[in-house]
Each structure stands twice: as structure tokens, then as C-alpha cells.
């Protein structure tokens, strides 16, 4: 169904900030190798503080919304319950009634122990179906979601780890259906897995290390299982220095690469007029890369070597965030930051800024991104985040550093 695929594809690359790549929808590269998947909504900064530092958040000090970023940072909150509420409109250029939200919250069960429930719900607004004649079929309003639960727990009081269930379903189309074709809401049950590390040097700075791989889960269909598609496990290596230059001024500098852990799209083998050969069961000839039909392990370990162009093509796969934070007195902040992304791969380059304000158990951020072209879909992006933090009587200390004394 030719309006189905359209709103799909358009869809995935909307959400994964992709304007400019140029693929088809046979899935042959026209000029560039990006790696596409479904929900790509996952994949989206859920909050202004880290939106405001170019989506920087693997090894940043934690609070409520670690749950996206890194779930083993829970464990160093220091607060004892806390919940953050984000709210995103989404190429706000381009479509008026598109928006992110993202709802988390925590609960330090003791000294070492955190836990955490989040939600986050992707609204793509109204859309008009019609058959691949131009007759109309239905109005709906597609959307997507994830819940996740979330537990980290300190290993030492310089290190902790963490993980994260959660439940993802994307409703496309309504269940629109045609004489050829029938569609049905996706749906997969992932996993994130996260690493913190955390120590002060001298007497006025820290240094802290993050890993996470997340969205580890089954593939999702739309339609039936001869056409799945991978979910977009990404790995994130991150590290965040903190100078406290006084009593009241503070800067920290971070610096994260993300990678996509889903097989790099190959090249086919066309023929002197353009067209893809095919072998005897009408499947395209692979002529460089490597399959990308394959189970999710082999998916996610054959990420790292199955570009057609080999370890060069491999490294453009790695995007680069890094962004700086300014607190004074712990109350008021400003924030700036930088996203890229390789020009084959997706072309995402942009520059973010914002504020925060914090006072007693309130607090509130804002992110706005300046995209480097003119005209891009995601010019005049915002972000909005509140939060709420409760007491301070479990501090940071921990139960195993306890027990060892």
C-alpha cells in the first residue's frame, strides 16, 4: 500500500533527524549509506538539560531522566524520590502537531539502591490515509510509546551498574488494510544495560565515565513476519569533568560517541541500466556488505565490521556530542553544546543552548537548537523539562563502603 509506505518511511526519518539522506525505498543507496530503523523516537534527546548540551547525558551527574541517558547513574542520586516531566515539539518547521514527551521517575530504596519508571510517548499528530489510488481510507493519528522500569545499584562508591526493561509499541497506521497488504501495530520488549563511573581528583574537580548499550530487543513488524525491521540498539561511551572554581561556580565539560548497533545497509548489485539483479528466489544480489537480514546478535556484533567500505565507512557510523554546563550556586545554569553526525551517515549537525533554574524541590530547563543549514526540519526546536526532587537523608554514601569497615 503505497500511502502506508510513504508515511512510514517519511516517519523514521523524521524521527531520527535524518533530512537529507537520499535512499529509496527498494532499500538501494542513491549516494549514501544511512542506517535506518523502526522507532526511531528512542533514539531523540527526552530532556532539555542534555538537549541543551548537544545530547550529551552517558557520564553527566545524574537526576530523573538518567533512565534515558544512562540507567546505572540512578544510584548516585542523592535525593530520596524525585520525577521530571519533558515535553518536545517536534519539527515544528515542517508539521504543527508533532511532540515528544517523556515522563520519569525515581525512588532510592536505600544507601545504594535506586529504582525508576519512565514513559515516553511520541505523538506524530493527524494524518489522511487513501489506497494507491488516491481514495480516501481513513483519518488517524499515529503515535508511539515506551515503559520502562528501571533498577541501578552501586557496586563501590566510585562505580555502579544498571538496567532497564521496557515494553515499546508503535501504532503506524491504525490498521489500515488494503486487497495486498495488511498492517498491524509494532511492538518488542528491549533491554538497556549501563556502567557508571565516578571520582573525585584533587579537592575541586571530578571525573566521571559512562557506557550504556540500550534498546537491546526483538524486531518489530508492521505487517508480518517475512518484514522485520531492527530496533535502534545504539551503544554510548561518554566522560564529564567537573571544576568547582568556588564555593558557587562550577563547569563541567562533557564529551559522548554513539553508535547504531543494527547492520549497515549493502550495496546491490544493479545492472548496465540501473536495475537490481536479482538471484533465483527474486532477492537482490548483495555486491558489497554483508546482509542486513539477520538475527538480533548477529545484528548488533556484525555492526561493527559489515559496512561496504570497510573500517573507514565504520568510523563514520560514530556520532560525537559534547556540550558544557555552567551552575552558580547550584541554582542557575547555562548550557551549550554540539551535535554531528558524519555527511553519508545522516548529516545531523546542529548546535544547542539553554538555561536551568533550580530552587528548593523545583526546577525547570529549556533547550533551543540552531540546525548549521538553513531551513532544516528541526530549526527552532524546544525543549521543556520540570522537576521535582524530595529530601536528602540517604546521601551518597555506600552500604558496601560501610559494610567494609
Sequence with gaps: MKAKLIFIICALFAAIQVSQAQVNIAGQDTSRRVITTAVPFLLIATDARAGAMGDVGVATSPDANSTHWNVAKLAYIENDIGFSLSYTPWLGKMIDDMSLSYLSGYYKIN??????????????GDIQFTDEFGEYLQNFNPREFSFSGSYSRLLSENMSLGITLK???????????????????????AADIGWYWAKDIGKNSNLALGATITDIGNKITYSNDDQKEFIPTALRIGSAYTLNLDPYNSLTFALDFSKLMVPTPPVYLVDENG????DQNNDPIIDRGKDPNRALLSGMFGSFTDAPDGASEELKEV???????????????VRGGYFWEDYDKGDSKYFTMGVGLRYNVFGVDFAYLVP???????????RFTIHFDFNNSKGRESIVDEDTN
Design 111 to 124: 544507601k545504594e539502591q535506586a529504582v525508576a519508571i519512565s514513559l515516553s510517548y511520541f505523538d506524530l
Design 167 to 189: 515494553y515499546i509499541r508503535s501504532n503506524l497506521t491504525g490498521n489500515v488494510f488494503s486487497s495486498t497488504t495488511d498492517s498491524q501495530a509494532g511492538q518488542s520488549l
Design 275 to 278: 536495475k537490481l539483479v536479482l
Design 319 to 333: 556520532m560525537l556530542s559534547t556540550g558544557i554546563e555552567y551552575w552558580y550556586k547550584d541554582l542557575f545554569a
Design 372 to 382: 548549521q543549514k538553513r531551513e532544516h526540519p528541526l530549526a527552532e526546536t524546544l
